[in-house]
């Protein structure tokens, strides 16, 4: 698919990282268009919140990291950090088994840390609202689209810097080095100790970030295809 698409007149990425992993893989740099993705604001009631607690027999008060379970992730790191604190939420992980073992090793280290599986769209939403903060430290992300989500849903969010993510979050989020598990736990912290800014921040940011911002940059890019070809 990478060969096919060398040939092609223009092509898309979401963030500028991987734009930059493109040019260094051999695309021209004009070829290259950065098209960020959107959220979608969230909608979600009392009832909802209640219902998804209920569901999952979740904890009063949750740190929520939403990834599938394999190692670019960085649930090990994230896990390890979390159990390192004192006098903070429990952690919660949505997300179902992916590659490399992790899901089988992290469930059977990590008694503390609730392992939902894989979530359902309307829960996920819920989740997000009624987590205290959204703890997402990958190793490599193309994007980051659980920064946006958890943002649209009011949620302080912890994420890479160095990565996609830390684009995504357009510095509304606390950033740490995702493999520096003391610096993971003082995100955290200061996230849980900082949530009113983060999460007026985090609105902000989400507001910014529409998918009709994104068809609008795609259209664009289709427009100057069609020009240079004309």
């Known amino acids: 698919a990478v060969e096919r ?11 500028t990282v991987v734009g930059n992993d493109l040019v260094a893989a051999g695309f021209a740099a004009d070829q290259v268009h950065v098209v960020p993705w959107g959220v979608d604001a ?32 960085n649930l090990r790191r994230l896990i390890e950090a979390h159990q390192q604190l004192t ?12 590659w490399g073992n992790v899901a ?15 979530v359902r769209g309307e829960h996920l939403r819920a989740l997000y ?20 989500e958890a ?13 996609a993510t830390e684009e995504v979050a357009g510095g509304a989020a ?6 520096d598990i003391d610096s993971i736990g003082r995100g955290i912290t200061s996230a849980l100790n900082n949530a009113e800014e983060l ?7 989400a507001r910014e970030c529409t998918w009709a911002r994104t068809a609008s940059a795609m259209m664009a890019v289709y427009q100057a295809v069609k020009e240079h070809n004309a």
């Open 129 to 148: 609202v009624a987590a205290n903060v959204l703890a997402y430290p990958s190793e490599e992300e193309g994007f980051g689209l659980p920064v946006l």
């Open 199 to 205: 999460r007026a921040k985090g609105l902000d940011r």
């Open 42 to 73: 969230v909608d979600v009631g009392a009832d909802d919140i209640s219902a998804v607690r209920d569901h999952y027999e979740l904890p009063a008060e949750f740190v929520l990291s939403v990834a599938t379970l394999e190692p670019r992730k």
């Open 5 to 15: 698409s060398r040939s092609a007149a223009a092509v898309t990425c979401p963030s």
């Open 151 to 163: 943002m649209a849903a009011g949620t302080p969010v912890v994420t890479s810097r160095g990565t």
């Open 87 to 98: 006098d903070v939420p429990p952690l919660v992980v949505a997300g179902p088994p992916g």
């Open 174 to 179: 606390e950033l740490v080095d995702p493999f």
């Open 104 to 118: 089988d090793d992290l469930q059977a280290s990590s008694q503390h840390v609730v392992f939902l599986g894989h």
